[in-house]
């Protein structure tokens, strides 16, 4: 399946999102190729120091910001890959849309500080083209990223996501954890790391299983 990880807003925890779900994958035995679609190319500097530090197994990772190279490369690759993640980056443009176009799952990362009705609008502005515009055919789903530790913030951000109606709500969540940053920078799974945060681990694991199991919890509720 393929999966582009996406916010018009910049610094919502996309790169982190897409690296750590990349890497957990690839660890349960998937074969996973990670995109990144942004030029700034934080996550593919991330799979570099990976490299440099010659942890396996390698996590195949190509730099695509060009929108037709991207669709072009992913088809190409499509054959060989159970799991294609991408990271679209910040930018609302048509890399945006040809990342989207490639994807059965658009999953869109909020932090509980970051939700303004403003993003969600331009959000919900493209997902409803790629759809009735290009007959594109995915799920769009959210979870909270950064969530806080304690505090009412995260449960705002949860009614806020609901109410506006176009994202489906994963009832999980990545927390603000030193964790996610310090192995994200090393493209480094949290789970890899030498001293495992349990806490970050069941997280990842828990949002992955609920990409994968979104359409079941739907058809059964
Ligand atoms: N769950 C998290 N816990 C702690 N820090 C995080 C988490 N997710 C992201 N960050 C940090 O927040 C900043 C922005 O995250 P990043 O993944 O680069 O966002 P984006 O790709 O959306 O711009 C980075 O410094 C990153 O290390
Ligand atoms: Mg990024």
Do not use: W
Request: proline share 3%; aromatic share 6%.
């Amino acid at each position: 399946m393929n999966i582009v990880v996406a916010n018009t807003k910049g610094g919502t925890g996309k790169t982190t999102t897409a690296v750590q779900l990349a890497l957990y994958l690839t660890g349960i035995g998937k074969k996973v190729l990670l995109v990144d679609a942004d030029i700034q190319g934080s996550a593919f500097k991330a799979l570099a120091e990976r490299g440099k530090l010659e942890i396996e197994p390698i996590q195949p990772c190509a730099f695509l910001p060009d929108p037709v190279q991207l669709r072009t490369q992913i088809k190409a690759y499509q054959a060989d890959y159970d799991h294609i993640i991408i990271d679209s980056g910040g930018r609302a443009g048509s890399h945006l849309v040809a990342s989207i176009l490639s994807s059965e799952v658009l999953l869109v990362p909020i932090t509980p500080s970051a939700v303004d009705a403003s993003a969600l609008g331009d959000l919900k502005a493209i997902i409803t083209d790629a759809r009735e515009v290009f007959g594109a055919e995915f799920k769009a789903l959210s979870f909270i990223s950064m969530a806080d530790v304690s505090g009412s913030d995260n449960f705002l951000t949860e009614k806020r996501i609901r109410r506006s109606g176009f994202l489906e709500f994963l009832d999980t969540s990545l927390g603000k954890r030193k964790a996610f940053r310090n192995a994200t920078a090393l493209g480094v799974g949290v789970y890899e790391m030498k001293n495992p945060d349990s806490k970050a681990c069941n997280e990842i694991r828990r949002l992955a299983q609920a990409i994968f199991t979104s359409d079941e919890e739907k058809q059964n509720s």
